[in-house]
């Protein structure tokens, strides 16, 4: 299927459509009969949607599935049993999430946890959005195969969905220039709307780079944001300058990085992360230290090349991480 033809068909008015444009309203309160209601701060939302349903389509791998929004319909506040990745493919999107109004541009995308509660207004003619539902195992085995496991962002990231216990966590990628984000999305797409045998591990492939090109996206707008960012993002980026300069890096080398105080830096990922910054810093060093011992290093090869310059305190610390000794680590390595 080609782009032109693929944009008819997205903008092509189905029947529900030509009702809504004309005047006719979707009974929302028959469908949130169907669904329960959640305690969010106090008040009551409408849970929508079922997982069963959603998480199964034709063409598309387990756990995953696009559906286009219907414009001239606005969707009125709800939660999910399930995450859901908003993209708006042409047009734009006004949204309140969680209480707060936004806008999502163009080739932007929200990341939204099944709890967050979201409401979705009135999409014009030219407005298109889908909505990329996902299971919290598909995410999570997607984001560890498209991510390295030691990434410190991608843990954070897998961290966040697994721990939030009210899971209303939501990111928004400003992604409107990403030539990449736009064709996996189409790629995607094409897959659905012309599935072959092989469509549901191209469409696994084509989101699991989604993933790479978003948090890529994420960290280079946290690096060129002037303002204050949140502190889960601060942390974010913390944690990604310490992976990439775990050998020398410094805490006011970090705060700098960070437009920050070193004081306020160390305290933001203390109470972040349960840990400090020199934990942070060695278990980043180690981690690195044990991937090279995988590929066969010695272990003072090993401690030399993530900076420590002392190999008796590098064995200590190692074996209090991984319970062995660098050699005995590396004597489990089949021959």
């Not at 106090?42 to 414009?71: C, D, F, T, W």
């Not at 409401?119 to 997607?142: F, Q, W």
């Amino acid at each position: 299927m080609d782009i032109a033809r693929l944009d008819n068909l997205l903008l092509e008015l189905t029947d529900s459509e030509r009702a809504y444009c004309a005047g006719a309203r979707y009974d929302w309160n028959d469908a949130f009969r169907q669904g329960q209601q959640v305690d969010i701060d106090g008040r009551h939302v409408r849970k929508i949607g079922n997982a069963a349903y959603a998480l199964h389509q034709e063409g598309m791998p387990e756990g995953l599935s696009i559906v286009r929004n219907s414009r001239f319909n606005p969707v009125p506040e709800h939660v999910h049993d399930y995450v859901e990745i908003s993209y708006v493919y042409r047009g734009s999107a006004p949204q309140v999430v969680n209480g707060t109004q936004l806008t999502l541009a163009q080739n932007e995308v929200l990341l939204l946890d099944a709890a967050c509660p979201h409401a979705v207004g009135e999409l014009g003619e030219h407005d298109l959005m889908l909505s990329i539902v996902i299971s919290r195992p598909m995410l999570c085995r997607s984001l560890e195969q498209s991510l390295s496991s030691t990434s410190a962002v991608s843990q954070f990231l897998l961290n966040a969905l697994n721990d939030e216990t009210d899971h209303r966590g939501r990111v928004h990628f400003r992604t409107g220039a990403s030539r990449r984000v736009r064709r996996y999305i189409q790629e995607m797409l094409c897959e659905l709307l012309e599935p072959t045998a092989a469509s549901a591990q191209i469409v696994s492939r084509l989101f699991e780079l989604l993933l790479v090109e978003l948090m890529q996206s994420y960290e280079a707008a946290l690096l060129q944001t002037d303002g204050p960012a949140l502190p889960s993002a601060q942390v974010a980026a913390a944690m990604s300058y310490i992976e990439r300069h775990a050998c020398d890096c410094t805490l006011d080398d970090l705060a700098h990085h960070l437009h920050l105080s070193p004081n306020y830096a160390s305290a933001l990922l203390k109470r972040q992360t349960g840990r400090t910054f020199m934990q942070l810093v060695q278990e980043s060093r180690l981690t690195r230290a044990a991937a090279l011992l995988d590929t066969g290093a010695t272990a003072e090869a090993a401690a030399r090349e993530v900076g420590y310059a002392n190999t008796s305190f590098f064995y200590k610390k190692f074996a209090e991480r991984y319970g062995c000794t660098p050699a005995a680590y590396r004597r489990r390595l089949p021959r």
